[in-house]
């Protein structure tokens, strides 16, 4: 891994079709190394809570682990078909995987060699698996128009959610409570300890990915008209809405502290957003009231090639 700076502090993953994920600082999208290792495009990465390690999954049918301050390939583990989905658990002691083989696995990083936990009833391929309910259930999307919640203890299937559409991501909030769901041109919000329906919003376009704000005032989508949402979360109503990217949106996320949030691209860009424009927050600069609605279309930009 290559590092331009000895800055350690990182909160996005950006990756690349050529196999080389890469770690960016997340307040100034300033470039701070990059993994390498993986033979083929990168479909799915995850930082552990303290940046320290880094998950990627990729087309060369492996997840691998890396040591997120060096660089360095600590684990890769072996699929049979593309690996689109990796997540860590609260204590990065495990890593969940979600593949085109249509299964979910969980490998013990503390016993890299040991037979992983494997999930089967899925009818497609699994979009997205995550750690809830204290680590002790696996939550996954796949394209069969599920969302399904796995008791670890038991490895069967407790719960399943049925969509008119393929569910595309999945959110868990910051304290644990919603689970956010986006699928069709929907975004629905469910208790994680009951996965009771909380509230479902529709949005203008077909939307890829969708992130709740760490106080749940807003939430901020987007998906195949190129543009960016933001939505009420109380009322459902769209604040304001943005087109800086020139290619279908294809993930979003808010920052732990919610001060910004970032949007990947089809179009090869990582864009920064800031949650409240004009307010001074890294590299940006408070901004004079006049020059407010300039900035509400200048984003940071981040390219990826």
């Known amino acids: 891994m290559h590092y331009k700076s000895d800055t350690f502090f990182v909160l996005e993953i950006l990756t690349h079709l050529d196999g080389s994920p890469m770690l960016r600082q997340g ?5 701070v190394g990059t993994f390498e290792g993986h033979k083929g495009a990168v479909w799915g ?19 691998k682990v890396w ?14 078909h593309i690996v689109k989905s990796v997540a860590f658990d609260t204590n990065s002691e495990n890593i969940v995987t979600g593949s085109n083989e249509k299964l979910v696995r969980v490998f013990n990083l503390e016993q890299p060699q040991a037979e992983p936990e494997m999930y089967t009833g899925h009818g497609g391929n699994i979009k ?21 919640l796995w008791d ?36 629905s919000f469910w208790e994680v300890d009951t996965l009771k329906k909380l509230k479902e919003v529709k949005v203008p376009t077909n939307v890829s990915s969708a992130s ?28 304001e809405s943005f087109k800086g990217h020139f290619g279908p949106v294809h993930s979003v996320k808010f920052s732990p ?13 990582l864009r920064l957003w800031q ?11 408070c901004t004079e009231p006049g020059e407010l609605n300039n900035s509400l279309n200048s984003p940071r930009e981040v390219h990826a090639n």
């Open 128 to 148: 997205q698996a995550l750690f809830c309910r204290d680590d002790k259930c696996i939550m996954s999307a796949a394209e069969d128009k599920t969302v399904r």
């Open 27 to 31: 307040d100034t999208g300033d470039w």
């Open 257 to 269: 502290d919610g001060e910004l949030y970032a949007s990947g691209s089809e179009d090869g860009t």
């Open 212 to 239: 709740l704000h760490p106080d749940k005032h807003v939430f901020v989508c987007g998906g195949e008209d190129f543009k960016m949402y933001k939505f009420d979360y109380i009322t459902g109503n769209e604040i």
């Open 67 to 80: 040591n997120a301050v060096t660089g360095a390939e600590i684990h890769s583990f072996q699929h049979k």
């Open 152 to 187: 670890r203890l038991t490895g069967n299937e407790i719960q399943r959610l049925t969509f008119p559409n393929n569910p595309n991501s999945l959110e868990i909030s910051a304290d644990s409570h919603i689970l956010t769901v986006s699928h069709g041109s929907s975004i």
């Open 45 to 63: 990465v995850a930082l552990n809570k303290n940046a320290t390690l880094a998950a990627s999954g990729a087309a060369d049918f492996t997840g």
């Open 275 to 285: 949650t409240t424009v004009g307010k001074t927050y890294g590299l940006w600069k």
